[in-house]
């Protein structure tokens, strides 16, 4: 099977729900900074020391695509794939990483190590995502527990560099 389909060619791409859309819409544009983080949750996942966050890291790149992507990927659908639940569990996720961390009193500048400035990196590529996010909704329907999610998501990404460098 080839990877190529030449169905793109023409400045178009399909969605999940099966519709064609511009390529640089904002919609796409969206789900493609989405892609960016998971590709960066990658690379920290490579990189991080911590065993715990290494799994974290796992379980959120499997949200960012089977949830936030599909989401984003998709028109019409009348109920989100991401959910109050999965705002619940990631608020969960920074409450438990946080108690591990002496209080913050001091601004942090990336690269105490290369987990933790890859996780830097998601949580900064996350942030331009959600404010593409923002852009589409002014635009189109977009389940507010989306947005909420990517909020909380990169909230998440710098409490796991906290870890990644306090607790390797």
Known sequence: ??????????GTTGLYTGQRVDKDSLRVEAYGNVDEINSALGMARAQ???AE??????????????K???DLASLDREVSYTTASDIAWIE???????????PLNHFIIPGDSLGAAALDLARTTTRRAERQVWRLSRQEKIDENLIVALNRLSDL????SRIETELP
Do not use: H, P, W
């Open 1 to 10: 099977m080839k990877i190529y389909t030449k169905t793109g060619d023409k």
């Open 48 to 50: 991080v020391q911590n």
């Open 53 to 66: 966050v290494r799994g974290t890291i796992l379980e959120l790149q499997k949200l960012l695509m089977q």
């Open 68 to 70: 936030v992507m599909s």
């Open 92 to 102: 969960g996720l920074i409450d438990s990483f946080t108690g591990k961390l002496a």
């Open 157 to 160: 990404c710098f409490t796991l």
